[in-house]
């Protein structure tokens, strides 16, 4: 029995220095610190990045609120202004002083044109009825002038371009009746077999004046007759007059008559249709010049004035040795 509760004894003392042995290992590597420091905390980096963010969200959102709540700025509208077209002003011409002791008239169905004539061989008939005379030439019989009537009094036999003094006028020639013809003025010259009252009729013509240049205005629309061309580079016809068309030109007939021929020859078999001075015809010129039988020829198209009138495609001569044929169509209105 005593020797069982000495071996309980040592047993017990034995287990009792194995702990404290096992105590005393592991106090000895415990490192004291002589203060305690806190570990950083993850998080506070990504706190003060979101609080940053959040201030800078809240400035841009105060700007709005700042700008919705200001009134609206007008937007300014911008207006197109369309450039207008140039257009060709007239260049103004001299004035006119008319002399005094003249005869001045105006017509009803005529506004704004004045006419002046000599009154010794002048005078007045109606100044309100179109189809009655207008002014009456006293020195020759059946002469006078009167508004033209806008329809043709019968078959139109010449009509060529004419200036006379500051007005370039178109003239149509009918049987018994001639129309001179500028712009917007239409006038009737009657026909009579006296020169002197065809040369009277012209005068007149000549001097007619619109109310604003017999105002003192100045004159606008001078007429002029272009300036001929030189003789085409390269082309040469010996012993003919140089030509003075070009292709594209309208032409008129200055001869007393001439052939329209299907071919650049002088021989009756080229022969198509013969055309007198100042035929009622339009032509013009599409293709020359070509030198033959001694004349300059051209290829026109000729399209004939009138209800039975035809258009035609064929050579004409402009030009021989000593004389014009064709002429360029100056009237330019």
Not at 59 to 69: F, R, S
Not at 158 to 170: C, S, V
Request: aromatic share 10%; with cysteine.
């Amino acid at each position: 029995m005593l020797h069982k509760k000495v071996w309980l004894r040592a047993t017990f003392i034995l287990i009792a220095g194995m702990s404290l042995a096992l105590l005393a290992a592991c106090q000895g590597e415990v490192t004291e610190t002589p203060f305690s420091v806190s570990s950083p905390d993850p998080l506070q980096p990504t706190v003060e990045a979101l609080a940053l963010e959040n201030a800078r969200l809240n400035t841009q959102v105060a700007g709005l609120v700042e700008t919705m709540q200001s009134p609206p700025t007008a937007t300014p509208t911008i207006v197109v202004t369309a450039t207008p077209t140039p257009t060709r002003t007239p260049t103004p011409g001299p004035t006119v002083a008319v002399p005094e002791g003249v005869l001045t008239a105006t017509h009803e169905a005529a506004p704004g044109y004045v006419f002046i004539a000599d009154p010794e061989t002048w005078s007045v008939g109606s100044a309100s009825a179109p189809a009655e005379d207008f002014l009456v030439y006293s020195e020759a019989d059946n002469c006078s002038i009167r508004i033209a009537p806008t329809d043709a009094p019968g078959e139109l036999q010449r009509y060529y371009p004419q200036i006379l003094g500051l007005r370039g006028w178109l003239i149509e020639g009918y049987e018994e009746n001639t129309f001179y013809i500028h712009k917007d003025l239409r006038l009737e010259a009657s026909i009579s077999e006296d020169e002197e009252c065809l040369t009277a009729q012209e005068t007149v013509f000549s001097d007619i004046l619109t109310q604003d240049e017999y105002d003192g205005g100045p004159v606008m629309d001078v007429a002029v007759r272009p300036t001929l061309r030189p003789t085409q580079e390269g082309f040469a016809c010996e012993n003919t007059l140089p030509p003075r068309l070009a292709v594209g030109d309208r032409a008129l007939i200055t001869a007393g008559f001439l052939w329209l021929r299907d071919e650049a020859k002088v021989d009756e078999t080229t022969e198509v249709k013969l055309y007198t001075q100042y035929a009622p015809a339009e032509i013009i010129v599409t293709t020359g010049p070509i030198c033959a039988d001694g004349f300059v020829f051209w290829e026109v198209t000729l399209r004939e004035f009138g209800e039975t009138g035809e258009t035609y495609t064929g050579w004409m001569a402009e030009a021989g040795a000593e004389e014009y044929y064709l002429d360029v169509w100056y009237l330019g209105w």
